[in-house]
C-alpha cells in the first residue's frame, strides 16, 4: 500500500542557496538489470535512494539477485540468479520493470515479463521492444498478461526503430550484448542514460561501437563479467530544482550535475530571463521577479525532454502573455492541467499543445499528484502560489526525487510533509 502522505507548501519563499544533485533515476533503473547479464558483484555509485529503486531492487530479488543499498552505493549480486520472471504486481507499479526482458533473454534464453498496462497518462506501447528482441531470433507469445521470450541463443540482426525509444534501445542494447554476430540499432535512443548504460555494458565486456549516436554497431560476446560503475547526475531532477528556484525569483547553485546534459533546458531559462551561468559540474541560475513566457516543444535528446514539460508549464502560469507548451513525446501528458487550473492558472489544451494565458497570481488549493513530474509540477506551483497548497498523493513524487522536502527547505522553502497517519 503506497504511503498517502501529503506536502503543505506555503508559497512566497524565494529560494536561495546550494543543492547536490542526485543520481539519475533513468539511468540506475537501466544499469540494475543489466547486471542480470553476468555472474558476479557489481557496485553502482551514485544510485538515489527512491522508491523506484527499491522497487527494482525488489524485482532483482525475486529472481535472485542480492541486493545492497548502503549510503549511495547499490551492490548487486547476480551468483545465484534462478527465476526469470518479473510478476505483475511489480511491472504495473513500475514499467521500467520491463528492462529485465532484454538481459534475461540474452543470458538465460527465457524471460516471462508482465505486459505493461497503460500508465497515468495514457498508453504507453512495448511494441519497439518486442519487434526488436524478435529480430534477434527470440519467439515471443503473449499468455495470461504475461510476454514469454525465448530463444536458443540470439542472433545479431540490423534493427531500425520507427521511433526513437530510450526504453526499447536500451532493451534491445542488453539482448544484443550477448547474441551471436553483430547487431546494429538504427534510429538508437541518444539519451544519456542510454549512453550511460552502453558505458557500463562495455566495462562489464560488451564490445558496442557508437555509444552517444544515433547508430550503435554490437558485436555479440560469449560471457560478460560484473563490473562497477558510477552513475550520472539526475538531469530531470537537476531542471525541476532549476523551475523551483525560477519560480520564486530564486538564486540557486546545483552541485554534482553535468550541464551538457541540460543544454536545451537552460537555453529555456536564458529566454526566460534568467541568469545562468555554469562549471563542468555545477550550475548557478539568478532569477528575474518575473519570468518572461516561453513556448517549449518537448524532443527526443537533446530536445527539450518530455520528463521537464509540467514544470516548465508551472512556471509559465503567471508569466505575462500567452505560452505554448507542446509534447511530441507523449502527447497526452497532460494530467497536471485541472491542478494547476485548482490554483487558479489559465490552461487550456488542444491536441497535444497546452495554450497557458498569464495570470496575475496563483492562490493555494488542495491538489492531487497524479503521476511523478506532474507531482513535481504542483510543488513549483505551490511555491508560486499564495497562501498554502495541500498536495495529495506524494508517493508519486517519491518514486523520483530524494527527500524532496528537504533539499528544498534547505534552500529556503516552507514545504512540510504530513504522515498520512496524522491526519
Ligand atoms: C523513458 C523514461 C521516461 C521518459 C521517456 C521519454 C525511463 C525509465 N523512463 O521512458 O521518464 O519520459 O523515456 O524521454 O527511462 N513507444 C512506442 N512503442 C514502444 C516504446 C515506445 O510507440 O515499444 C513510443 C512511446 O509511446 C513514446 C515514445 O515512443 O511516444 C518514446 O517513449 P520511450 O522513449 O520508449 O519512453 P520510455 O523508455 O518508456
Redesign the pocket.
Known sequence: MPSLDKFIVRGGNRLQGNITVSGAK?AS??LMPATLLASGVSRLSNTPRLRDISTMSTLLETMGVRVKHPGTVLELDTREVKNFEAPYELVKKM??SFYVLGPLLGRFGEARVSYPGGCAWG???????LKALEQLGATIEIEGGYVLARTKRLRGADITFD??????T?NTLMAAVLAKGTTVIRNA?T?P?ITQLAGFLSRMGARIDGIGSNCMTIEGVDELHAADDSNIPDRIEAGTFLAAAAATGGSITLENVSPQHLTAVLAKFRDAGCDVSHTENSISLNAPDALQAVNVSTA?YPGF???MQAQWMALMTKAPGTTTVTDT??FDRFNHVPELQRLGARIEVTKNTAIIRGVERLNGATVMSTDLRASASLIIAGLMAESSTEILRVYHIDRGYEAIELKLRNLGADIQRVDSEDY
Open positions: 533513468n533503473l537501466a514499467r521500467a498508453p504507453r506501447p512495448v511494441d519497439l521492444h521511433i526513437s525509444s530510450v526504453g526499447a536500451g535512443a539519451e542514460e527526443i525532454p518530455t520528463d513525446v507523449y
